[in-house]
């Protein structure tokens, strides 16, 4: 069986609007295996994207805590958990996210450029340029480097979106709903680049997804109901 890579303790989220309390995840416990596809499933509204977010480090719990090898997010201040998610994890979005004003190469280079200083990107700046367009051609945008994204379709605005989010060496990429806004073939191709990408790097992917379709080419399945964790899958 593979190292866990990451672990969430009793992962509570609520969310207080006033006098009312809204409990979206109620006390999650999971391991997430190194180098495995881990889909975690359930209908909409159930806490997957919440969950997403708290064990990439881009929210915090109310309760309980995650481990991420040694790291303990709640042991972090927001400059260490914000160096933490920029160094070790990657995210790809059902919307993509990407800055409308930049091209492809420069959309990729965004995680890259914030881990730098500016002297250190004077330095390792060209490296960076290097691998992104390297990364790019891999996914089939070599004659796309200059474009802005309003100038792609949506499959190739999305993987942009997974090399900008692969391009640092992440040790995990999250990807939310990765499919969820395309079409039939071009959701195809993603998973299908999704399980190459795993298996050519050996990186460790967590989806969350209602599709069933994306959820099958997970290596485990995990189902999150009303906020908690009911078995595998289905």
């Not at 609007?17 to 509204?45: C, F």
């Not at 979005?93 to 500016?118: C, D, G, K």
Request: aromatic residues 4%; hydrophobic residues 40%.
């Amino acid at each position: 069986m593979s190292e866990s890579i990451l672990r969430t303790e009793g992962v509570t989220k609520v969310y207080v609007q006033g006098d009312s309390a809204l409990e979206v995840l109620k006390g999650v416990t999971l391991d997430v295996r190194k180098g495995e596809i881990l889909a975690i499933v359930g209908p909409s509204g159930a806490g997957k994207s919440t969950l997403l977010h708290i064990m990439g480090f881009l929210d915090r719990p109310t309760e309980g805590d995650v481990a991420f090898r040694e790291i303990r997010l709640s042991k972090l201040g927001q400059d260490a958990q914000a160096a933490v998610r920029n160094r070790h994890f990657g995210f790809v979005f059902q919307l993509y996210h990407l800055l409308p004003e930049l091209s492809a190469l420069e959309n990729t280079l965004i995680p890259m450029m914030i881990r730098h200083s500016v002297a250190d990107w004077m330095v390792s700046g060209a490296a960076a340029r290097a691998r992104a367009r390297s990364i790019l051609q891999r996914l089939g945008l070599g004659a796309r480097l200059h474009h802005l994204p309003s100038e792609l379709s949506g499959g190739e605005q999305q993987r942009l979106a997974i090399a900008r989010a692969i391009v640092g060496e992440p040790d995990v990429v999250y990807c939310d709903e990765p499919t969820g806004s395309l079409d039939s073939r071009t959701g195809e191709e993603i998973r299908n680049l999704i399980v190459e990408l795993n298996r050519e790097t050996g990186k460790t992917f967590v989806i969350v997804t209602h599709d069933e379709d994306t959820a099958k080419l997970a290596h485990r399945r995990l189902r999150l109901e009303d906020g908690r964790l009911v078995g595998q899958g289905g």
